[in-house]
């Protein structure tokens, strides 16, 4: 299943029920989200950042958020996660 921004637009409550539903597929069937909002993607298995159409870094949410140089972990701080 791909999910394209299925939060971008929602209000926090909506967001955090979508959330949950993919929580509930996680297992069950793949999953491909794309997202800005980085919320979204905390449990995922594989986070793939990308820049100007490239793959620059790829991991788990840790894994990325541990890296200080890491572009993930810029973007998480600007989003305060």
Known sequence: MIFDEATSSLD????LKIQQSIRGLKGKM??????????TVI?????YVFSKGKIVE????NDLYSIDSSVFKRMCQVQKI
């Open 43 to 47: 449990d995922s298995d594989v986070i």
């Open 58 to 61: 790829y991991g788990t949410f």
């Open 30 to 39: 793949t999953l491909v989200i794309i997202a800005h909002r980085l919320s």
């Open 12 to 15: 926090t409550e909506s967001e």
